[in-house]
């Protein structure tokens, strides 16, 4: 069965970067569309863009432009997404989803917190 | 960026009907049509609709999704406990080249 596996929970401080992995399996990695969500607490759900495994090619919300990189691994069936020049506003739960005609299946998500 | 609307809370009696509404444009809900995802506390979303009325395998008949202009609407029938949760729309932006998701409903099951 499909699997969606991110990485553990991160710390970090105002200005560095943070890098979550997701890792998938159980079908084939190249055929379908990656897209990574966004849920600060309390809140709702925000498009942060989305990752052609085939190609690598990339497409992310206008409010990212400029800080945030997606890329991925065909040895590994994992896509990544890096944001940098974080700030508190960017203190939230980072899902990654499989697109299949809808956002299908979710990683488990990952906290990532950023506090001096 | 925009988004869709959706009103923030709705209140049912248990085994009862719902019908959550999310309220978009022509680029967005009234172009593709919406999806639905359900997300429970502390738990990632979950599809139940895609494409207006698409179920994913082993979501309940119980949920169905239907469209008419720019307004997306989910129907839930013989509420149960189990449904209380937050609902939210989502649907690609041909104008922003993006994804767009509604704030979301919280649904109250009495």
């Known amino acids: 069965q499909v699997q969606v596996v991110q990485s553990a929970t991160e710390v970090k401080k105002p200005g560095a970067s943070v890098k979550v992995s997701c890792k998938t399996s159980?079908?084939?990695?190249?055929?379908?569309?990656m897209h990574w969500v966004r849920q600060a607490p309390g809140q709702g759900l925000e498009w942060m863009g989305i990752?052609?495994?085939?190609?690598?090619?990339?497409g992310y919300a206008q409010k990212f432009q400029g800080r945030v990189t997606m890329t991925r691994d065909t040895s590994t069936n994992t896509v990544y997404m890096e944001l940098g020049g974080l700030t508190s506003e960017d203190t939230a739960i980072y899902y990654c989803?499989?697109?299949?005609?809808?956002?299908?299946?979710w990683g488990q998500g990952a906290l990532v917190t950023v506090s001096s | 960026q925009a988004g869709l609307t959706q009103p923030p809370s709705v209140s049912k009696d248990l085994r009862q009907t719902a019908t959550l509404t999310c309220t978009g444009n022509s680029n967005n809900v009234g172009n593709e049509g919406a999806a639905w995802l359900l997300q429970h506390q502390g738990h990632p979303p979950k599809l139940l609709s895609y494409?207006?009325?698409k179920r994913p395998s082993g979501i309940s008949e119980r949920f169905s999704a239907s469209r008419s202009g720019n307004t997306a609407s989910l129907t839930i029938t013989g509420l149960q406990p189990e449904d209380e949760a937050d609902y939210y729309c989502s649907a690609w932006d041909s104008s922003l080249s993006a994804w767009v998701f509604g704030g979301g409903t919280k649904l109250t099951v009495l």
């Open positions: 159980g079908y084939t990695f190249t055929t379908y569309l």
């Open positions: 990752i052609n495994p085939s190609d690598g090619g990339t």
């Open positions: 494409r207006n009325n």
């Open positions: 989803t499989r697109e299949t005609g809808g956002f299908e299946d």
